[in-house]
Structures are given as structure tokens and as C-alpha cells.
């Protein structure tokens, strides 16, 4: 199935866990991840299965003002 | 330099540095160390392979000083609020600097939102610390909803124009007496930090006129000044202002007196 990380599209496998998703992906710590607009803590990554075109969110530190 | 309080936490330097907009990471640094700030800001943006997201929060990790993030950028109570709780995880801090625009031409806050919202992050345990306009009215809600501390604009983020309306903040600061208030945004010159200050305004937060100035290091250093400047005149209170000139120089004994 296809979800988008941070706009991209990429493709998974059913019952991906969001934490196999951004394993995928190769997300690099620090990092928090919303899908679909809501906020996933980190403790509820494993348990958090993705369904086709879920939208994630993986943000980063960044400069601020 | 007196002490003033973020939520419980005192703090001494009265100048809150953005971390964005700098020439070099090295003098981002450099010229936070030179602001000798407690208190620097910072934000959460989509993970990019290519940017060395990494590195930055390692330099900002090294300064030791005390983290605010915000939620720049964001257009709805949604959005801020989902970006407040992501950087509440990565941050480690329950401190926000709540940005929600209303206007994306001159970026300045909506204030029903923004209430909305503060509402809605305060309940959930975050200390909030919003980005508002200089409407008394408005900081008087958010008070009323828990806020400490209220940080009205000075003028629109990025401008360097100043203080727009310091009747408006002057009378923030009389209304709410007990509140924490530091101007947020606009700021150009020292001048205008020490301005604020003297309005008897806690602290000011800017990024722009340290990060745009010709030479950030030396500019931080300038802004360090005007602040210890201005709250040292607050304190001790300026003389009244008069429509008629006396001589400070003493008139008796005064050699050739006009007679006539």
C-alpha cells in the first residue's frame, strides 16, 4: 500500500507499524511524527499500524525565531 | 541585573534569542554566546536527508541554555497545537512559544484562534507563552485563560521598524502589572529593545536584527546593552517630562546678570 512521508510517496507492506514505516524511510532521531494531522507519541509508534494514504508528519529541530 | 520569571523560572538576561536566519551555524553560536541569552528559540520542520538537522541541535545543545520552541507558521488551532505536542516530545520541554497566523501578509496573529488554542495546550499541561498583538484586550483573555506570560509584537516579524504603537504597550504593561510581558518580533535597533524595557516590559525576544545586521556578533552585543540599558532606567525611574526649560546649571551667583 502507498502512505506519504512528509509528502513523499512510499510504499509499505499491510500492517506496516508506524515504527517500521519510518524505519523504512530512514528517519534519524531526533524526531516526532503526527499522521494525519495527529500527534503519534513515541510510545505509541510500535503499536500504531498504517492504512493506505495515511500522511506522516516526521519533523525535525530546526532554526527558529 | 534584577531577575524576572517564565512560568516559576527566573531568569536574569532580559533577551531572548532566535536561533534562525544567521550567516554561518558558527555565528549563530557565536553570537548567541555574545547575547549572553538564558532563553533561545527554536522549531520543528519536515526531516530532510540533506540538512544537518542534527548538527544544529547539537550546537544548540551545547549552549546549555534553555530551550522555547513555537509553532511558526502554523495557520490553524489543529495545527499548532498537534506541532506544540510533537515538540513537547523532542524538545523535553512543556514551554511553547504559541505562533498562529491570521494574516499571511503581514503575519500577524489571529487572535481567536490563538486563544483557542491556548486554551486548548494549557489544559494539556503546556506552559504557553503567545505570540500576540498589542490589543489590550486580547492579552487581558489570555490572561484570564492562565497565561503568565504574554508576548505582544512590536511590530510584524521581520520589519525592524520598532515599536508601532507603544501607547498599546504601555498600557499592556499597566493593566497587567503582575504578568510577564516581553515584546516579540519587529524589533530593528537596540534602541527599540531599550525602549521596551524602559515601557517597564520584562524582556524582549527578536532574531531578525541580530541574525540580519551586518555583523550578527557585534550587533548581539549592542542588543545585550540596550536591555541592561533599559531596565536599569526603568528601575530608576526617569525624571518627568516638562514643556519648559530650567537650567540645570545654578543660577545664583551667576556672573553678568541680565538686568533688564
Known amino acids: ?65 | 541585573m534584577d531577575s524576572f520569571s517564565v512560568y516559576g523560572e527566573q531568569f536574569t538576561s532580559r533577551l531572548l534569542i532566535g536561533s534562525a536566519l544567521y550567516p554561518s551555524p558558527s555565528v549563530m553560536q557565536d553570537s548567541i554566546v555574545a547575547s549572553q541569552a538564558e532563553i533561545v528559540t527554536v522549531s520543528l520542520r519536515r526531516q530532510q536527508s540533506a540538512v544537518a538537522g542534527d548538527d544544529f541541535w547539537q550546537l544548540i545543545k551545547n549552549t546549555g541554555l534553555k530551550v522555547l520552541p513555537n509553532t511558526a507558521g502554523c495557520h490553524s488551532v489543529k495545527e499548532a497545537v498537534t506541532l506544540a505536542q510533537m515538540c513537547r516530545e523532542v524538545f523535553a520541554t512543556d514551554w511553547i512559544k504559541l505562533e498562529l497566523i491570521g494574516d499571511e501578509y503581514n503575519l500577524q496573529p489571529d487572535p481567536i484562534a490563538l486563544l483557542e488554542a491556548t486554551k486548548i495546550l494549557l489544559a494539556d499541561g503546556f506552559k504557553v507563552l503567545p505570540y500576540c498583538t498589542d490589543d489590550l484586550v486580547l492579552c487581558q483573555r489570555l490572561a484570564d485563560l492562565g497565561c503568565e506570560v504574554l508576548m505582544p509584537w512590536g511590530a510584524p516579524i521581520g520589519t525592524g521598524k520598532g515599536l508601532l504603537n507603544p501607547y498599546n504597550l504601555k498600557m499592556i504593561r499597566e493593566r497587567l502589572p503582575n504578568h510577564t510581558l516581553i515584546v516579540d518580533a519587529g524589533l530593528g535597533l537596540p534602541s527599540h529593545a531599550c525602549q521596551a524595557l524602559e515601557l517597564g516590559y520584562d524582556a524582549v525576544l527578536l532574531n531578525s536584527a541580530i541574525a540580519g545586521a551586518g555583523c550578527p556578533v557585534t550587533m548581539s552585543k549592542a542588543f545585550k546593552s540596550a536591555v541592561e540599558a533599559g531596565r536599569y532606567s526603568y528601575v530608576a525611574k526617569a525624571m518627568p517630562e516638562k514643556d519648559v526649560a530650567s537650567p540645570s546649571t545654578p543660577t545664583l551667583g551667576m556672573p553678568f546678570w541680565h538686568q533688564e
Not at chain 1, 499491510?14 to 494531522?37: I, K
Not at chain 1, 503499536?47 to 532554526?63: F, H, M, V, Y
Request: some cysteine; proline content about 6%; charged content about 15%.
Open chain 1, 1 to 65: 500500500m502507498n502512505i506519504l512521508i512528509n509528502g513523499q510517496s512510499v510504499t509499505v507492506s499491510e500492517n506496516t507499524s508506524l515504527t517500521q514505516a519510518l524505519s523504512q524511510f530512514g528517519a534519524r532521531p531526533p524526531f516526532a511524527v503526527a499522521v494525519n494531522g495527529d500527534f503519534v507519541p513515541r510510545s505509541q509508534c510500535d503499536a500504531k499500524t498504517l492504512n493506505e494514504g495515511d500522511s506522516i508528519e516526521l519533523l525535525s529541530p530546526i532554526q527558529g525565531g
